[in-house]
């Protein structure tokens, strides 16, 4: 309830009216007037609440009054009623209704109890009652209440002392607060300019308010009082302490700043007066040095004199007015701060009193947890010029003292005389520290925190929470004596405050920092936004942030980073608390990082050094660290003339050994340990790295080695992705780890990953520091890891590799530096170092294809090809397991992003084709199976321009010779890829013709030539070539195997999809892809070894015809021949309107003719075969009519429009008539016309050009290799054609000739038959024959010699049909026929070469590799088989002019005479029988011919040859075999009767046209052959058989038949006839004669049985010449044969002697028909007339 409210005022007039009441009824009887004031007190009252409405104003108008009555009680010195009346006065005073004077009255009422020493309480209530309720007492009034409370201060009491000490406080702050309720009320209005400031306090103060001059005067006095100086205005103050004066002075210091800095004439008396008065008592402190008298003096009375020696409360209090001055009036106050922060400083030196080192600890750590004053400090002090560094000073300060902790403990504290260094002290100090106690080892024993260092123990207690500086010895206002101060608090103090200043300062700092950071970043913004909107010429008028601010916070930095460092440092050293460690690394970590930001780079590096070493075991060999601390060990800083050095670690502090390992140096040097706090200090070197990677800036290398080594010691080795793991040591004595820190070490390695994770937020330089100390770190790891065996540090590479990983989305920035670094480890001899590196680079590689780029790395082809560059580099790496892995990589970023390599497929496909033979057949394999996946998946997908390079690393894997079935299987490919370009021919013409142009451009504008192979052609045909180009680059592989397959798939490749190429493409085909490769098949072929190679590896046995080199290059000379031919044959009516057809024609014959020629029978053969091919090419349909659309233009070739069969495999390939009609509707469209066709006798005329060569290359051929070797090579056998080839080649004449026959002239023909006789006449090795001549008896034609007939005969036929002219050629064919029918009896010579007859050779399969015998082959089934041939043709052609004029007749008898004449002696039998069925054949149908033109002349040589054949066969000199059965032999006289029959039949009838002697030759003959030949080697037996009788009497009839020819019509018979006859009768008479004589001579010996058959033969025939004389007409016979007739009668008688009946009987018979011609003799002219 409010004191104005009704109620409040109505209870107000009720109080005091009980009050007035109670005292008029208490001084009734003693004080009357009191009492009568009393009541008319009441009156008065209650006239006032009846009269006013507002009852407290008038109260308060009337107060004087109203008090009267209680003033008036006090004075009566009763203390109940004093005590009412003072009850009264108060309530009066609560409610606000006492004036000013009534105020007076009552302070002065006061006044007179207080010098009584009367209710000394009640009246400081009082007092502080009115003074607190209103601001009616002024000036003197107050002044008065003060002096009032002072004085009640310093009574004996000492409640009351202490009442009025609170008192005097609260009225003290009463006063000001009244200041600044004043000045508030003030402050809307208009200030009036502040007057002059003059030296004198008291002409100023004539301008403040009246509040204001208050507190003037009361602060003026204080600072007199204190300096024991009377006061100006307290007046009546009988004594003062100076310490409550310090008090006082320091409560309204800092309660009430703002009136000091508000109002100048406070502000002066804060310098004038206040500074001096502080200075002025310090002077005693200043002076002192441990060690001079120590009494205690207290100071009591007003104005005690300074003692010389310091004293705890003043000197306590002062500097408590220090901090408070410094706190709010630093900026008034800059020169006088400068000496207190100094003689602060002085404070800390080791020689002053521990108790006054302790204030001043806590002193400096009220400083320390300001940081914006210390800002202060560095910008007024130590960035002026001549200066004192003073914010260096303070810090460096600490630092000694904390040194001078350890160096001098306890000195001058006798109160701690009792502790024993290093023990854990007194039991009273043990309560004073209660720090924390960490458990230890033991579990149940607790250690308490401290600091150890060279045997100095200090504990660390809890002095205060952080950031905040509670003292402990500045609040110990009532002590007199200076404290005892407990051990290591005087270093848990300072330990605060260095921990609060750094936290300060960089919190501050950073703060700002990122605040302008911040401000720059919204800036830049802005700008941006600017610049994209309309450009702003005030943009940049914006002024960049003041650069002082970085100054300071530069300076700052620069004065307190070498003596943190040295405290931290050493602190870090003797600490043996974890939370304590955990502190200064913090406090290290925040300055490094604080430096970082800076850019300060010597006092980053020096922290971050600070960290790293203690992270090492002590006295740990790392170059990074020692080579960058040499410049701050070495160095000390100087503090005040003190030397401050900074302490290297002690190496034998009291922790907690947890790890034992190898140090990772090049030679190894035992063990080393790491203890706990190594470990902690790792995790803060890892915070650091984590937290602020992005200010490390070059220190990332000191950071990262010194990583690297503590992973090293602690074992981790890198796993996947770069990520360390605990792993063992390889080798060595083996890392030993406590439980503890193997707890520790996932989440080390944890920390360790996650660093580099972070390593994403860093901007691009930072991650560049980072990458570059990696990698020289790994540079190190290389040097080391040469030149042996140890395991290589693989930290920095496993590193690299993480940190590539998390920074994918800007991986440009940094690719190049990490790859090559990559690819140089890549190259290490340490097989584990180049391991990693190339999982390294792999790895990368496949992320960063992998990784979703913006844009995508398809729109991106620069980045694509950098990624994949590096994999391209490792190509060049010699070692197999780099190339290994290389390859994996590949194969599976082809699983994984093969469809979207787009502009990367050279680059990966040069990668697969880089294989080299020197690698191994698994890495060749692994690149090969990348290979497959490309051909079989990718294909589509990759740009047509790769298609080449396809080709060409599929040809690449062809020719590798390592494995060969991948080289099989490549040509598979090979084939796959063809495959794929014919059916997918359009699309990757239009995509390769689209890219030409392109390039076409691109050269025109540099002005050069296009650079492509094959260039004139167009695109889609050059990767064809390319393609043929590689099959014939594999068709000359030296593997047999790879050749076979290339060779075939080459060929099967143009047969099957040749089509597509373009007109003049075939130009190059032919000439760039074939015949080259025929070129350099001979050659090869030629020169190949004729050693024998031994079986293939292992077991493999090579077949004998494929077992030396040469054979096998023969059978590739064979596929290769056959397939160019095929082409010719297939693809000639294209190739033909190439302009150098006949050219290539020529080439391609030479080729036959050279591998017809060879050496090789099995080449030899396939040269003919294909010859044989190519002379089967139809010349095409002329009438392009006939074909329905443009193909026959094109030249694609009718068969095509047929769906062509499938290739290998089966595949069906596409109908192929559809790509080709597209493709000549492309060219038709497009500017080049279809070839013309050309006229039709030019094609004609081509073609007999081709014919005539090819048939002069036949004739080439032939001659070559049937002309027999020349004599005197006999030492070499050289080398003879085979049979089958022979056959090959005579077989090809037919197919020839049809092609050559309109010109196929006489010399030809000549010609012809020099080969075909020189082919008959080869021998054949006696190895051979058995397959050839399947046995001797057998009358077979060998195929060569059936050939060599099928030659002639089609020869002969074309002569039939064709014109008159070519029958000249008849006798030239009768000719070479009749040479062969030689061969029967006498076998062709081959040179001079020995040849057995085939029954003698030694065809012997043990003999098997004894030199080869030349076997000469058994020609007379070859000789009769054209003996028949002769027959039947001169059966057609006898009457042909040709034949007739050359005498082929004659010819023929001339030939047949020598078997006829051996007969018996021919090499076979059956030849003399042909020979005679033949001649018998031949002259039925010649001599009629012979007689028709007989006038001629032309047959009359022939007449002499003939009668001489008659007379070798049918008097042949050689002797029928003994063997002969009889049969047989009659079946041989039958014949030589059907001879005398044919010559009876068909020459003697026509004697008159034949030449006389020849008539009379046969006469003689048949004269010859009537008259037995006797053979004497006859048995009796067989005699009448052996003496060929029929034969003879056939004869005899002959002859007697043509003697009486009744139808001589012809002189020219009858001369015959008479000739014969005359011959008959003069044989008849030797025979006679003889046997008469025989007769006579053997006397009555019988005569052999022949003879006596003779004569009786004779005998008959002389009867039958008798009866046919008888018969004739007389005039037919000639007078000279009736006179020989006459002349044998007288011989007759003779015989008539003889003893045998048989030809008694015979002598009878002939002797009879004489009787008919007793007549007498006619007269002679009768005779003469006949």
């Known amino acids: 309830m409010s004191t104005s409210s009704p109620e409040a005022v109505k209870k107000l007039l009720e109080n005091m009216q009980t009050d007035l009441r109670s005292l008029s009824m208490e001084c009734k009887k003693k004080f009357p007037p009191v009492k009568e004031a009393a009541e008319s007190g009441i009156v008065k009252i209650k006239t006032i609440a009846a009269r006013n409405t507002d009852i407290l104003a008038a109260l308060k108008e009337n107060s004087s009054e109203v008090v009267q009555p209680f003033l008036m009680g006090c004075g009566t010195k009763e203390p109940k009623i004093t005590q009412l009346c003072l009850a009264a006065i108060q309530r009066l005073m609560s409610h606000e209704v006492v004036s000013e004077g009534a105020a007076g009255n009552i302070i002065n009422m006061l006044w007179q109890l207080m010098e009584n020493g009367q209710e000394e309480l009640k009246l400081l209530q009082t007092v502080l009652v009115l003074l607190t309720t209103n601001t009616v007492v002024h000036d003197e009034v107050l002044s008065k209440a003060i002096v009032l409370c002072f004085r009640l201060h310093f009574t004996k009491d000492n409640i009351t002392n202490n009442t009025a000490a609170a008192t005097v406080r609260q009225v003290v702050t009463v006063v000001f607060e009244r200041m600044v309720a004043e000045d508030e009320r003030f402050k809307g209005m208009a200030e009036e300019p502040p007057p002059v400031q003059g030296n004198s306090n008291r002409r100023s103060v004539s301008t403040l308010r009246p509040s204001a001059k208050d507190a003037y005067m009361l602060f003026q006095d204080l600072c007199q009082l204190v300096n024991a100086d009377a006061p100006y205005w307290l007046v009546g103050m009988t004594e003062m302490t100076r310490t409550f004066g310090l008090e006082l002075l320091e409560s309204v210091l800092n309660d009430f700043p703002g009136v000091f800095l508000q109002h100048q004439e406070f502000s002066f008396l804060l310098k004038e007066r206040v500074c001096p008065l502080v200075i002025k008592l310090f002077s005693p402190n200043i002076k002192f040095r441990q060690g001079s008298s120590s009494g205690s003096g207290v100071g009591s009375g007003a104005s005690p004199a300074p003692v010389e020696k310091p004293y705890f409360p003043i000197c306590m209090r002062l500097l408590r007015v220090v901090s408070v001055l410094i706190k709010h009036f630093y900026s008034l106050l800059v020169t006088e701060c400068e000496i207190f922060l100094s003689l602060l400083v002085k404070f800390l030196d080791g020689e002053k009193p521990q108790w006054l080192r302790a204030v001043a600890v806590e002193s400096v750590h009220r400083l320390c947890v300001q940081p914006h004053l210390l800002r202060s400090f560095c910008q007024s002090y130590d960035m002026k010029p001549h200066s004192t560094k003073v914010f260096r000073d303070i810090v460096n300060a600490l630092g000694s003292f904390i040194q001078s902790l350890f160096i001098l403990p306890n000195a001058g504290n006798p109160a701690n005389a009792n502790a024993v260094a290093g023990g854990s002290g007194s039991a009273g100090q043990t309560a004073v520290a209660g720090g924390q106690g960490v458990a230890g080892a033991g579990g149940n024993l607790t250690t308490q925190a401290a600091f150890e260092y060279r045997g100095t123990w200090i504990p660390l207690m809890t002095v205060s929470v952080q950031g905040s500086a509670k003292a402990t010895y500045l609040e110990m206002l009532d002590k007199v004596e200076p404290p005892s101060i407990p051990e290591g608090y005087a270093m848990s103090v300072a330990f605060s405050a260095l921990l609060d200043l750094v936290r300060g300062i960089t919190s501050m700092i950073e703060r700002e920092l990122t605040k302008e950071e911040e401000a720059a970043a919204a800036a830049e913004e802005e700008k941006e936004d600017r610049q994209k909107g309309e450009e702003d010429p005030d943009a940049s008028n914006q002024s960049p942030p003041e650069p002082l601010a970085h100054q300071v916070w530069e300076e700052m930095v620069n004065a307190c980073w070498c003596g943190l460092l040295a405290a931290l440092s050493l602190l870090l050293d003797a600490s043996t608390d974890e939370a304590a460690t955990e502190s200064i690394l913090k406090a290290e970590l925040t300055m490094a990082s604080l430096c970082g930001r800076l850019g300060l780079v010597t006092p980053r590096d020096a922290f971050i050094t600070a960290i790293c070493k203690a992270s090492l075991p002590p006295h740990y060999a790392l170059t990074v660290l020692s080579s960058n601390n040499t410049a701050l060990s070495n160095k000390s800083y100087s503090i005040q003339g003190q030397s401050v050095q900074i302490i290297s670690p002690s190496s034998e502090s009291h922790q907690q050994v947890v790890a034992v390992g190898q140090p990772l140096t090049v030679q190894p040097q035992g063990t080393v340990v790491l203890t706990a706090k190594n470990i902690q200090c790792m995790r803060t070197l890892l915070n650091l790295a984590h937290c602020h990677g992005a200010v490390l800036g070059t220190s990332w290398q000191l950071v990262l080695a010194t990583l690297q080594h503590l992973v090293w010691i602690l074992g981790l080795k890198p796993g996947v992705g770069g990520v360390l793991k605990p792993g063992r040591a390889v080798e060595g004595p083996s890392t030993v780890l406590t439980t503890a820190v193997m707890t520790d070490l996932p989440v080390i390695s944890n920390i360790l990953s996650r660093l580099f994770e972070s390593s994403q937020y860093l901007d691009d330089v930072s991650l560049h520091h980072l990458i570059n100390a990696l990698c020289s770190l790994s540079m190190e790891a290389m040097e080391m890891a040469y030149g042996n065996n140890k395991e290589p540090s693989l930290f920095a590479v496993a590193k690299l590799l993480e940190t590539g990983l998390v920074n994918m989305d800007r991986i440009e920035i940094l690719w190049r530096p990490l790859t090559a670094h990559l690819l140089e480890v890549c190259q290490h001899p340490n097989a584990r170092m180049r391991e990693w590196g190339a999982e390294a680079v792999t790895s990368l590689i496949k992320a960063g294809l992998a990784y979703k780029h913006e844009p995508p790395l398809s ?180 593997r047999p195997a790879v050749r076979k397959s290339a060779g075939q798939t080459l060929f099967s490749t143009i047969a099957a999809h040749g089509t597509l190429l373009q007109q003049p493409t075939w130009h190059i085909v032919i000439w760039k892809v074939l015949f080259h490769l025929l070129d350099c098949v001979r050659r090869s072929s030629t020169t190949a070894d004729k050693e024998k190679i031994e079986s293939g590896g292992g077991n493999i046995l090579i077949h004998h015809s494929r077992d030396t080199a040469e054979k096998q290059w023969a059978e590739t000379w064979v596929l290769t021949l056959a397939g160019v031919a095929r082409i010719f044959n297939t693809r000639r009516y294209p190739l033909q309107q190439l302009g150098d057809f006949f050219k290539a024609w020529e080439v391609l014959l030479d080729h036959i003719q050279s591998a017809a020629l060879s050496k090789n029978n099995e080449v030899s053969l396939a040269a003919l075969k294909s010859f044989q091919e190519i002379l089967q090419i139809v010349t095409p349909v002329k009438d392009a009519d006939k074909q329905p659309d443009a193909l026959a233009a094109m030249g694609v070739p009718a068969v095509l429009v047929d769906p062509v069969l499938g290739g290998p495999g089966g595949r069906p390939l596409l109908r192929s008539d559809s790509l080709a009609e597209r493709l000549a509707q492309r060219y038709m469209n497009s500017a080049q016309a279809p070839p013309m066709l050309p ?91 058995p397959f050839i001549l399947p046995s001797y008896t057998e009358a077979v034609l060998t195929s060569l010699q059936e050939a060599v007939l099928t030659a002639l ?28 029918v030689e061969f029967s009896c006498k076998p062709p010579q081959y040179g001079k070469m020995e040849t057995k007859h085939v029954a003698n050779a030694k065809y012997n399969q043990i003999q098997l590799f004894a030199p080869a015998e030349w076997v000469a082959l058994n020609y007379v089934p070859f000789a009769e088989r054209s003996l028949e041939v002769v027959g039947d043709l001169y059966h057609k052609t006898a009457c042909h002019k040709a034949v007739i004029q050359e005498k082929v007749l004659q010819n023929i008898i001339k030939t047949l005479r020598m078997p006829l004449g051996l007969k018996y002696a021919c090499p076979a039998e059956s030849t003399w029988k042909l020979a005679v069925s033949s001649l018998l054949k031949v002259l039925s149908i010649g001599l009629p011919v012979a007689r028709q033109h007989a006038s001629s002349g032309r047959f009359d040589t022939m007449w002499p040859e003939l009668a001489g054949a008659f007379e070798d066969f049918l008097f042949t000199k050689s002797t029928p075999p003994d063997n002969v059965s009889i049969q047989e032999f009659q079946k041989n006289e039958a014949i030589d009767v059907e001879v005398v029959q044919l010559i009876s039949s068909e020459i003697l009838p026509f004697a008159n046209f034949i030449p006389k002697e020849f008539v009379g030759q046969i006469m003689a003959m048949l004269n010859r052959g009537s008259i037995h030949s006797q053979s004497s080697s006859f048995t009796e037996a067989e005699i009448e058989v052996r003496m060929r009788e029929d034969f003879s009497k056939v004869c005899f009839e002959t002859l007697l038949q ?129």
């Open 859 to 1038: 729109q991106n082809q620069r980045l694509q090809l950098l990624l994949l560059n590096p994999l391209r580099e490792l190509s060049n790496v010699l070692h197999g397991d780099i190339r290994q892995k290389q390859l994996e990589c590949v194969l599976q970023i082809l699983q994984s992003q093969g469809d979207s390599l787009g502009p990367g497929w050279p680059l990966v496909l040069n990668v697969i084709g880089a294989i080299r033979n020197d690698q191994g057949e698994s890495l060749i394999r692994t690149a090969f199976q990348c290979l497959q996946l490309v051909v079989t998946d990718f294909l589509p997908t990759m740009p047509c321009t790769c298609l080449q390079i396809v080709v060409g690393v599929a040809g690449s894997f062809g020719l590798q010779n390592q494995e060969l079935n991948i080289s099989l299987t490549s040509i598979g490919l090979l084939w796959n890829i063809s495959d794929y370009f014919f059916q997918r021919g359009e699309a990757i013409t239009d995509e390769l013709e689209r890219e030409e142009a392109l390039l076409q451009k691109q050269a025109q504008e540099k002005g050069e030539p296009l650079n492509r192979p094959f260039h004139p052609a167009p695109p889609f045909d050059c990767l064809w070539l390319c393609l043929y180009a590689k099959l014939g680059e594999l068709c000359v592989d030296p």
């Open 1239 to 1329: 006229p039709e006798d030019a094609v004609e005329l081509d073609d007999s050009a081709l014919w005539w060569s090819a048939w002069n290359t036949w004739y080439r051929t032939g001659t070559e290799c049937t002309r027999p070797p020349p004599p005197g090579s006999d030492a070499k056998p050289s080398f003879i054609p085979s049979q089958p080839f022979l056959t090959a080649l005579v077989q090809i004449f037919p197919a020839l000739y049809q092609h050559v026959k309109s010109g196929f002239s006489m010399e030809d023909l000549r010609k012809l038959g020099v080969i075909l006789h020189g082919a008959v006449s080869v021998p054949i090795s006696s190895d051979a024959s």
């Open 1353 to 1380: 005969d089609v020869l002969q036929k074309a002569i039939c049909v064709g014109p008159e002219s070519l029958q000249v050629m008849y006798p030239a064919i009768f000719e070479q026929l009749l040479l062969f």
């Open 1602 to 1730: 043509f003697s009486f020819s009744n139808k001589a019509s012809t002189p020219q018979e009858g001369y015959i006839s008479r000739m014969a006859l005359s011959t008959l009768l003069q044989r008849a008479q030797d025979v006679l004669r003889r046997y008469v004589e025989d007769e006579r001579l053997s006397g009555r010996c019988p005569l052999p049985r022949q003879q006596v058959t003779e004569i009786i033969f004779v005998l008959k025939a002389v009867s039958t010449l008798m009866d046919s004389l008888k018969k004739t007409q007389p005039e037919n016979v000639d007078g000279n044969t009736w006179a020989q007739v006459i002349a044998l009668y007288p011989t007759l008688v003779e015989c008539i002697t003889c003893s045998s009946p048989e030809v008694s009987s015979a002598l009878k018979e002939a002797l009879g028909p004489f009787k008919d011609f007793m007549q007498p003799p006619v007269s002679k002219v009768q005779n003469g007339e006949s």
